[in-house]
């Protein structure tokens, strides 16, 4: 609902793993969607289960190389994919920073990432969230509250 509500073009999954977040966006939206995957392995079982969809492209990268900046996209999921607060806040001001808040929404969907690295995001808007205990999303704009 998010994405179409949104009217999002495309989604980046940092640490898409197995690639279960770009499977279920590729079956549920036309979008295009983009995962980076440091680990071999799962990279390489990851890109194999998408040879055939056009719409979906992964790479083999570490996302604090920030090259995954030139897909363009204004969506970003992160499943905690950053342990440290510091590298966590690198990364959103890296992704915030390559965009002119001015005129460019960018959303962020978080899961299970904690309230202490979710505290850039206090001068932001919270569009959706849920918890439960420990665990949870969120996603955000840009857009200052």
């Not at 079956?27 to 998408?50: A, M, N, R, W």
């Amino acid at each position: 609902e998010f994405i179409i509500k949104y009217n999002i073009k495309s989604l980046v999954d940092l640490g898409c793993g197995l690639g279960r977040v770009l499977y279920f966006v590729n079956e549920q939206t036309k979008i295009h969607c983009y995962g980076v995957e440091y680990d071999k392995p799962s990279y390489d079982k990851c890109k194999k289960l998408f040879q055939n969809k056009k719409r979906i492209v992964v790479s083999n990268d570490n996302f604090m190389s920030f090259k995954f900046l030139s897909f363009k996209s204004k969506c970003f999921f992160l499943n905690d994919p950053v342990k440290k607060k510091k590298d966590f806040v690198k990364l959103i001001l890296n992704i915030l920073n390559s965009h002119n808040e001015k005129t460019n929404i960018i959303y962020f969907i978080l899961i299970n990432v904690n309230k202490k690295k979710r505290e850039i995001f206090d001068k932001y808007k919270v569009i959706e969230s849920y918890q439960i205990n420990d665990r949870g999303y969120y996603i955000y704009s840009n857009k200052k509250k």
